[in-house]
């Protein structure tokens, strides 16, 4: 079965610092990996995914994200943390042995920038 | 830009009604999703369709039916709405083409209420 775990409900920091949001992952093959956002009364934004190739995956808005496949781990970080950014985060997976299947999501982790 | 739109933001409706949300995609996507968000429990699939006139169930199906009749919606039914289905909707697309490697994208979501 595929899996997501986001172990943070919330994470705070100071703006201008790096920020950090963790997520690990299980699956059977390889793992096809996804951010999202999520503001105030709104739908889901697609942020950057991970398929192949390099590991550090850059995305909208600043953010990149590392897979660390001995970890099984797909951390969303920021270099310098914004007010802005502050927002409901989702990491999601699908396995590549299981082809075209619904993404699988995680519980998400609130993310609050402070001033 | 990929849009996917819900007919409504917001829904208040009684026990017992039955119950239709409606999702438009523009871009041709073959898959479609219903999801249901609450909070603590991140985002759990009802159902998911990856053609016309054909539905699968998700993790969660129990009081909800599913209509596709043209590629490009995909509706949502509850039968005889319940107080326990209050709830953020969320509608999602994708395309099959590079199967696994595409991500989905969300429309705004509904938010119904059941009193």
């Known amino acids: 079965a595929q899996s997501v775990a986001q172990p943070e409900d919330q994470v705070n920091v100071a703006e201008g610092n790096p920020l950090t949001v963790k997520c690990t992952y299980s699956?059977?093959?390889?793992?096809?990996l996804f951010w999202y956002v999520q503001y105030p009364n709104r739908g889901l934004q697609f942020l950057l995914k991970y398929i192949t190739g390099d590991n550090l995956v850059k995305g909208s808005y600043g953010f990149e994200a590392e897979f660390n496949k001995s970890q099984t781990s797909f951390h969303l970080k920021k270099p310098s943390a914004l007010v802005s950014d502050s927002a409901l985060y989702f990491c999601?997976?699908?396995?590549?042995?299981?082809?075209?299947?619904?993404?699988?999501f995680g519980k998400g982790t609130r993310l609050s920038v402070i001033a | 830009d990929v849009k996917v739109t819900q007919s409504s933001r917001y829904l208040v409706k009684r026990t017992g009604e039955k119950v239709f949300l409606e999702c438009v995609q523009d871009m041709d996507h073959e898959n479609m999703f219903w999801y249901r968000q609450d909070p603590g429990l991140g985002l759990r699939l009802i159902y998911f369709?990856?053609?016309?006139?054909?539905?699968e169930k998700g993790d969660i199906p129990e009081g909800y039916s599913v209509s596709r009749e043209k590629k490009e919606r995909f509706s949502l039914i509850l039968e005889s709405a319940s107080t326990n289905q209050t709830s953020m909707y969320l509608c999602?697309?994708?395309?099959?083409?590079?199967?696994?490697?595409?991500?989905?994208?969300f429309g705004q979501g509904t938010r119904l209420t059941v009193v």
């Open positions: 369709s990856y053609d016309v006139k054909m539905k």
């Open positions: 999602a697309s994708s395309v099959p083409g590079q199967g696994a490697r595409t991500e989905a994208f």
């Open positions: 999601a997976v699908r396995d590549s042995l299981r082809g075209n299947t619904p993404l699988v």
């Open positions: 699956v059977s093959g390889n793992p096809y």
